[in-house]
Structure formats: C-alpha cells, structure tokens
C-alpha cells in the first residue's frame, strides 16, 4: 500500500496526528504539502493502488479556503482515501462534511474519516501537548481498524457529521503583526502559506488566513497576533 500524506499543516499539529495515524501502515509516506503556494498540484496524479491520508484543520469550522483549491487541483483516479480533521479548542462544525465533498469532487474515494486533538495554534494554552500518549494510542487503534476495512475491500459510503450548505465564515478580526525585534529574515515570508507578508515584512490583512506558521517558525519570536 503507497500512503500518500495530503496535509495543510502551517504548525505542525496536523502533521504529528497524521504521522501517528499513517506509522503503521507500511513504509515512508509521499508528502503533498498544500501550504506551499509555489506548488503546481495538478501535476500529483493517484491511483487505485494508492491510499491518500488528507489532513488538515478546520478554520471556523470549514476548511482553509486555500487548502480546498490546492486539493481540487489534485488526481484521485478512484484512490482510498482517510480523511483527518485536526482541531484545536473547538468544535469542527461542517469541516469533515465539506472534505469529504473536495475528496470526491477529487476523484478519492473516501473510506474511512476521523477528527483528533492538537494544540490550539492561536491560544497554544489549549489543548497544549497534544496529540498526547493517549491520543496516539487512539491514533494507533483507528489505524488498524481503518487497514482492516481496506483489507476488506468493503468501502461502503460514509455518513459524516456536517451540514450543507456549510456554515458562513466571518473571518478572524486580528493579524500576525511584527515587532521591534526582527531581525529582516525573511523567513516568514517565504514560508507563508498565502505569500500575504511583504518583504518588509509586513501582513497583507485581507490575504492573510491566520494560520500562525509565521508566529510559530519566527526565530526572534518578533511576529505576535494583535488586532488590525
């Protein structure tokens, strides 16, 4: 089985449950990295014989608008696929629902879907060490069970929670914004998800998804969240 990791994970939570989750189903995973914006993704083409792992958060319980654009760009071609909703402090509301409809849209054939616990990414109080022992050894069990409705061959068609049409977003009222103490870098402006930082480092408000990768990956901790 060819696992295929799809992840949109700006802070690495997402990526540590699906790391979890994937450990035990054969060999390194293939990685599509949907926060690289630089990325051509119609060229990553699935087949039948490949098992796609999608990950990513819920941001005001739907997915991050562009992780839904990078992943319609890619192949399924009839692809098993898990779907993973990590969330942090709250609830994931039409999330799942709605990566289910982009995976199919895809061309995936959604076989098995769950949602896990990470560290808040805004209030990083919340849900801290997490994934934790205990969610990893619940990550482990899914794990097996999922491979044994692979091995079986019964891919029934998944009811998930979610409503449709999916909740209206508001958007958050606040941005990274950067302080006195940074050091020009750069780094956060290259590793942005949505390139929404300028070269003198400061954040295009209505590009910017709050997805906190540059207040996570800042070496001078000089990038903060505040009202904009």
């Not at 739907?62 to 609830?91: M, T, Y």
């Not at 849209?105 to 209030?123: E, K």
């Not at 050894?137 to 091995?151: D, M, S, V």
């Not at 998930?160 to 950067?178: A, E, V, W």
Request: hydrophobic content about 40%; aromatic content about 6%; proline content about 7%.
């Amino acid at each position: 089985m060819n696992v295929v990791q799809i992840l949109f994970s700006p802070t690495g939570g997402t990526k540590k449950a699906a790391d979890i989750l994937a450990a035990d189903w054969g060999g390194a995973a293939k990685i599509i990295d949907l926060t690289d914006p630089r990325e051509d993704f119609s060229r990553f083409s699935l087949s039948p014989d490949d098992l796609a792992l999608i990950a990513l958060p819920p941001y005001e319980g739907r997915v991050p608008s562009p992780a839904a654009a990078r992943l319609a760009q890619v192949k399924g071609n009839g692809a098993p696929c898990v779907l993973l909703c990590v969330f942090g402090n709250r609830a994931f509301d039409d999330t799942l629902a709605e990566m289910q409809d982009l995976a199919q849209a895809a061309g995936f054939q959604p076989a098995a879907a769950l949602a896990a616990a990470a560290q808040h990414s805004i209030l990083g109080q919340y849900g801290a060490g997490r994934p934790d022992d205990q969610d990893a050894r619940q990550l482990r069990e899914f794990a097996g069970r999922i491979a044994e409705k692979l091995e079986s061959g019964r891919l029934s068609p998944l009811s998930l929670p979610g409503g449709r049409p999916y909740r209206q977003t508001k958007g958050l009222p606040m941005r990274p914004k950067t302080g006195e103490n940074c050091s020009h870098c750069g780094l956060c402006a290259r590793q942005c998800p949505v390139q929404a930082i300028s070269a003198q480092m400061q954040t295009d408000r209505e590009t910017c998804i709050v997805c906190m990768r540059c207040v996570a990956q800042c070496p001078a901790r000089a990038r903060q969240i505040g009202a904009f």
